[in-house]
Nanobody, 115 residues
Framework: QVQLVESGGGLVQAGGSLRLSCAAS????????MDWHRQASGKQRELVAR???????FHTDSVKGRFTISRDNAKNMVYLQMNSLKPEDTAVYYC?????????WGQGTQVTVSS
């Protein structure tokens, strides 16, 4: 059983920062990538950022230059540093992990950015 637990969400004013954390535990087999997705109310879930096993990263265009994904391999942790937050970043943020067997989701953490 694999568990992903997110933390770090909350309410912040526009222009502020938050750091999301995700801890992975359980029987993990050869992690291929760790991701952050988000889902705003009434919208589809979208991939925000990804870090693959070799360390390469992807950030969707709307967050480039503001968000940074990073990973601590020893602790099976992934982070999302979010700076210069905008109201349109308001969403539930989900951690995702792909290993050699399956794709796993966390329960999500709410990020609300007030204008």
């Amino acid at each position: 059983q694999v568990q992903l637990v997110e933390s770090g969400g909350g309410l912040v004013q526009a222009g502020g920062s938050l750091r999301l954390s995700c801890a992975a535990s359980g029987r993990l087999f050869s992690i291929n990538s760790m991701d952050w997705h988000r889902q705003a109310s009434g919208k589809q879930r979208e991939l925000v950022a990804r870090i693959i096993s070799g360390g390469s990263t992807f950030h969707t265009d709307s967050v480039k230059g503001r968000f940074t994904i990073s990973r601590d391999n020893a602790k099976n942790m992934v982070y999302l540093q979010m700076n210069s937050l905008k109201p349109e970043d308001t969403a539930v943020y989900y951690c995702g992990l792909r290993d050699s067997r399956s794709y796993y989701w966390g329960q999500g953490t709410q990020v609300t950015v007030s204008s």
